[in-house]
């Protein structure tokens, strides 16, 4: 049973950064993808950022390219993401997502879910 814990979320100003944590277990990470989605009130679940564990070939959403940057820590099972140029438009629950032999973008609903991290930018 794979396991996320996400961490670091909060309360920011606009053109601030936050940096995001999502700690996996529950299992040996060979062959898997780790990403971030994000959800903003009243609107659906969208895909921010993704890596191919051990590998570190990442692929983003156009609307954070140049902004946010993901990244590994292997030793840790930790994915991070890291959030500057901060609008308000990113506010938004963070959710980490994990997904076994394939990208976390392509049918989510196969992914594994983090509880999720609150990200609140403010103007």
């Known amino acids: 049973q794979v396991q996320l814990v996400e961490s670091g979320g909060g309360l920011v100003q606009a053109g601030g950064s936050l940096r995001l944590s999502c700690a996996a277990s529950?299992?040996?990470?060979?062959?898997?993808?780790m990403g971030w989605f994000r959800q903003a009130p009243g609107k659906e679940r969208e895909f921010v950022a993704g890596i191919r564990l051990s590998v570190g070939s990442t692929y983003y959403a156009d609307s954070v390219k140049g902004r946010f940057t993901i990244s590994e820590d292997n030793a840790e099972n930790t994915v991070y993401l890291q959030m500057n140029s901060l609008k308000p438009e990113d506010t938004a629950v963070y959710y980490c997502a994990a997904r076994w032999g394939y990208d976390v973008k392509t049918l989510p609903s196969l992914n594994d879910w983090g509880q999720g991290t609150q990200v609140t930018v403010s103007s």
């Open positions: 529950g299992r040996t990470f060979v062959n898997y993808d």
